[in-house]
């Protein structure tokens, strides 16, 4: 998992924010475009052309038939399994292409996502550190211990819970981006912080779970760690005439590459 993160890093962290993190607007428009072309691209080679068309006069054909013999029951319930197996044949034409669009469009989306959805914690913010322990650790929750580079405090905690949990609550001195270590037994693993200054790529969560992916601000928990997660929780930035947040930037990123997909299909000869 951290070789397939480290690499959209590699690629992502040159060709995102060419005018800096400060300007969004231009990858949130950009990006999204670029992604409704190269989807139409793709769809265009991968996909049966032929079949889609046909499939989807069939569904025309079928359903003016209901129009026109609304009287015969019999006419109508046959045209419906009809225009119902046109649609099954044009949904199945979608799939092939979709599996194939959905990774790289989901790389570009959380890179996006990274740099853009979340801002640095105020510096006089006070943020939990939150800490789950896997499950069947050896170490329990209330043994894990914490240690703060120089400009960070603890304010309050640890608290820790029966069922795997412990929270400390840090303070900065300055602006700045900060690394602790949080230690169970002999493993020892870094998360980031971030607080103040211009906007940036921020480290929201280390997990050794699936979810690594969708969290690529740092590297991905070992799976044999004891730690399931390790995260700290971000306000998410204010963008102008954007939608702000994870769900802001899912929801612009997937209807403007729609809108930019259907805006080209003609131009581009594909047959949605």
Known sequence: ????????????????????????????????????????????????????AAAKNGIQVHLLEIVLYRDNLAGVLVATANAMKQ???????????MLVMMPPMTAVLVEIVANYAYSPLPV???PLLEV????????????????????????????????????????AETAGDYVVTVHAGTEAQQKGLAFGGEPRKIPVLRTNTWESILYPGEDALPSDSAFETIRTHYSDRDLPYFPD??????????????????ALKGPLGVEL
Do not use: C
């Open 1 to 52: 998992m951290n070789a397939l993160i480290s690499l959209l890093n590699m690629v992502f962290d040159v060709i995102l924010a060419p005018f800096g993190h400060r300007f969004a607007s231009f990858d949130l428009i950009v990006w999204p475009v670029l992604a409704g072309v190269i989807a139409l691209l793709v769809y265009k080679k991968v996909s049966n052309q032929k079949g889609i």
């Open 87 to 97: 649609n099954a044949l044009y949904l199945g034409n979608n799939i092939g292409p």
């Open 124 to 126: 006089d913010a006070t």
């Open 132 to 171: 789950k322990m896997a499950e069947g650790a050896s170490v329990k929750s209330m043994d894990v211990t914490l240690d703060l580079p120089a400009g960070l405090s603890v304010d309050a905690g640890p608290v820790a819970t029966p069922d795997g949990m412990v929270a400390w609550r840090l303070k």
């Open 245 to 262: 947040g994870e769900g802001g930037i899912l929801l612009w990123f997937f209807g403007f590459s729609l809108a930019a997909g259907f």
